[in-house]
């Protein structure tokens, strides 16, 4: 049973290897994704404090500025020359105003400021800016502006445009010992000054737009890569992110001005706010790369180490399957895995044994039976079966045996005792046991072949004739060997007997005992069978009757019969 | 100081010869202008009632030199006082080429200056007991301030013949021994400005005018 990879899946390596690598690209991105929501936190913040900077910058430079006016405002209401100028004007003398309020501008600190003379009738008599008279001067004059002065409010201002320009107008009262004669209408520009003081608060690009077009601004908000942008989103709320030039902006439009005529619209740069989270993005992309490559690092280390103890595993399982027991796992780790190669070099170590055990439980009995003990399909508690057995004994062995070497006797017995266990087994019988020169075998048992009596007497006839074989190939000068054979078949107890620590399998009966007694009666090259033996095989064998004996152990007479040829081509019949 | 308004007038209206003449009878109506005059806000200095602008009259007075003009209000020498943060007198009507002192009676700096175009001048600060002099040499009203005390103010109406009136408080005046003929008549107000008539005066009886600011 092979399992392939693609069954299996995953390597353990590539698992690991990918747990480890998602888990730093998980930390990795939800950093990264953390750092990129307090960037846009921050800029969001950024762009929150610029708004209400630039509102703040603006309004303390206009308090500034209308603080100015109306100072200036009050100091010429409170002197009698200008609206004495201004009487003047209204006699027709407009060039005695120009100079008057020019010389009382420049007194004043404001030679540029707008300078606007309307009579009670709403008027415009006279108006300057920059000292030069203005051509139309109705169109310096806020008429909203003059109502809320009338109504009452001396310290109105307002936002008025005047072609390209834009100022922050105030209007005064003009009186003359107590009598009203006109008004007069100061402003001051609202001007690259206004938008620097802002810009410079801020750390922004300003410009100061009505209509769509863009009065003031600093100087950079002009250039031709800003301004399209600046103007472009007066009249837009909310704010916007637009990289110019390499340059990343976030542009706001805040409103100034009665009914939020104007925009105050603001070119934020963000590459400070930005640089910081970039450079902190550009580390961790960098750290997690590091990362990234330390746990692939890791990984396959980690993976190699634990998978070379699961190969060289695997690899000893597969020794093992092909039934090599004889070398262990080397691993020396002390975790786990090493505890799972102790186990298995244990586990190793006792099939190792087994199978030594089951090579002298081959040696010791037959492998038939082995194989039955093995898998457990025997029963060997005791049981009254049929059996034939077969004893097989060396006629005059130790006259035989006189006079020759030790060894030579045991090499001689064994290379006897051998082919006589051959040929036992060879016919399905088993050798129960050798004892001394004699040999007892067993047929039927334990497991029935069905013709247990006929392969007995099979065996019985060849093993007289490969004796005899045998015999001829051996030295002359040594006397030749024949066996002496009984055989009997009745009911006999099987069973392993002995004490638990060395239990034998063998039978024991009168049927045995008789079997034993023919073997002693049989003479050299004889194989005696017994009655019931006889008739149990008469159709297939060919027996002469001797006759019927006294054996010891057995109270009546025994009929026997010498068996002198099987029903077998193959085997010979036995030599008279 | 109506009183010395009024003196100061008598001298020229009383130099007129008795010879075949007119009248002219007139009313002006001052209308209200748009703008409301504001509340008295000039406080004295010791913190005490507010002070109390006294009005100046408007002026009546036929425009051009002719013969029978008369010269005695030259050898008069006019002069209009700084005293009590006020112009003393208020109204001046003096001949073209008067010469008029302003002398400082005051404990403290005064200015005068005038902007109005028969003769603008700037006499600068000047302490008490100092007189500066101006001489007005051009016809018609001229409006004069104190720089430093805003609410003083005074009219000098520079004319060329003896034929001049002020205007009563009920918008009337009356010009009496007037040669017959055509005049231009003038009327000016040290607020309202002034107006031109056409006016003809008959050999006897009254020529009546109405003028309205």
Known sequence: MSTSRSERGLTFRSKLVLALLGAVAAVLIVALLAVREETGDQITRAIERAATGAQNAFGDFERVRQSQLQRVGAQFAGSNRVPLAFQQALEGDTAFLRDQISYDLGLAGVPSALAAFVDPFGNAIYAQVDGKPLDDPEAAVPLDLLQKLIDGDTAAFGYHRIGERLYSAHPVLLQLVEQPVGFLILGSQVDAVAANAIGQAISAEVCFAIAGVCLAGTPRSFQATLLPHMVAHANRRGTERIEIAGERYAFIAEPFGQNAAGSIVLALPLGDQLAAFDNIQKTLRLAGFAALELALLLAILLSRSLTRPVHSLVAATERVRRGEYNNPVNVITRDELGTLAHAFNEMMHGLLLKDQYRGVLDKVVSREIAEELLKGEISLGGENRLVTTLFADIRGFTPLTQGMEPQRVIALLNEVMACASRIIEDEGGVVDKFVGDEVMALFGAPMSRGDDVFRAARAAVRIQQEIEHLNEERPHDEPPVRFGIGINTGIAVAGNMGSPQRLNYTVLGESVNLASRLCDEAKAGQVLISHDAFINISDRVEASVIGTREVKGFAAPVLIYELVSVADPTVPALAH | ?213
């Open chain 2, 1 to 213: 100081m109506f009183k010395m308004l009024l003196l100061a007038t008598a001298v020229l209206v009383t130099a007129a010869p008795a010879r075949p003449a007119g009248s002219i009878v007139g009313h002006v109506t001052f209308r209200q202008g748009p703008l409301q005059k504001t509340a008295n806000r000039y406080p004295t200095g010791s913190g005490g009632a507010a002070r109390v602008i006294e009005p100046i009259p408007a002026v009546a007075y036929l425009v051009g030199a002719f013969p029978g003009g008369d010269k005695a209000a030259t050898t008069a020498k006019p002069r209009m006082a700084q005293r009590d943060t006020a112009f003393q007198p208020g109204l001046l009507i003096v001949p073209v080429g008067s010469t008029v002192d302003f002398p400082n009676q005051d404990h403290f700096f005064h200015n005068v200056f005038s902007y109005s175009k028969p003769k603008r001048f700037d006499l600068g600060r000047y302490p008490r007991g100092e007189t500066k002099s101006v001489r007005f040499d051009q016809p018609g009203g001229v409006s004069v301030f104190c720089e430093i005390h805003k609410w003083m103010r005074a009219g000098i109406v520079v004319v060329e013949n003896p034929y001049h009136a002020m205007v009563d408080a009920e918008g009337n005046f009356r010009i009496d021994g007037v040669p017959p003929g055509k005049y231009k008549l003038e009327v000016w107000h040290i607020e309202r400005g002034r107006r031109t008539v056409d006016i003809t005066v008959p050999e006897a009886g009254s020529a009546r005018v109405n003028i309205a600011f």
